[in-house]
């Protein structure tokens, strides 16, 4: 894994370098796998990097997306690739790698407590940020902390109203809320699993 992630990052060196010529880059990895990355042109690497998440992401590879920023150094972990690892983990949680539909998903809950951990580390910086609050409102909404994820939800579209999934998940809380009052067993209906897939493929 770890020669992969560095052959990734050494391609997006050579091909910048080629670029941008005033750019340095330095590349190194440690015994621990961690790898190091430094741009003078600031932003320039980022933006790269952001470019590979994304692409890991539509071909569903999100541990791929965990592991690589989890290679960096402290650091280097902005609050955008922070933010990025959390929904990470909130779709491999819900999902697993390769976005494979079960009829009885087992989500894990561990991994959406580590997203929601992620997401707060960086809560400063991400106030006015609506995928911030939409993402932390998913973990929330999947470890049945639906109040919670009510605000998140509703925040979010205060600060976007032109989402296309944020509405549904806003009617999925407050139809959960209103069947927990009326002690009715919590099981989520096809609609609520067809909301999830249509915001893992848009956030």
């Known amino acids: 894994m770890r020669h992969r992630l560095l052959s990734v990052l050494a391609v997006v060196a050579i091909m910048f370098f080629s670029i941008f010529p005033d750019c340095f880059f330095s590349i190194a990895a440690a015994e ?12 320039t690497l980022a933006i790269e990097i952001l470019k590979q998440i994304e692409q890991w992401h ?14 960096l150094p402290a650091d280097e972990r902005t609050p955008e690739l ?32 580590k997203a929601v951990e992620l997401l707060q580390s960086v809560a400063e910086q991400s106030q006015d940020n609506y995928i911030w609050h939409f993402r932390l409102g998913y973990a929330l909404y999947f470890l049945d902390r639906e ?16 989402q ?21 067993p919590e ?13 893992i493929n848009t956030y």
């Open 164 to 184: 296309d999934d944020v509405d549904d998940f806003i009617d999925n809380c407050r139809r959960i809320l209103s069947r927990k009052a009326e002690d009715a």
């Open 147 to 162: 109040m919670e994820a009510l605000d998140c939800f509703e925040r979010s579209r205060e600060l976007n109203p032109d």
């Open 58 to 71: 539509d071909d569903n590879e999100f541990s791929q997306i965990i592991k690589a920023i989890d290679n």
């Open 187 to 199: 099981v989520y209906t096809q609609t609520e699993w067809d909301v999830v897939e249509d915001h």
């Open 32 to 43: 621990s796998g961690h790898i190091s990355v430094v741009v003078e042109k600031e932003g």
């Open 82 to 113: 922070i933010s990025q690892q959390a929904r990470a983990y909130n779709n491999l949680a819900v999902m697993g790698d390769g976005m494979t539909k079960r009829e009885n998903p087992e989500i894990d809950q561990a991994q959406l407590e």
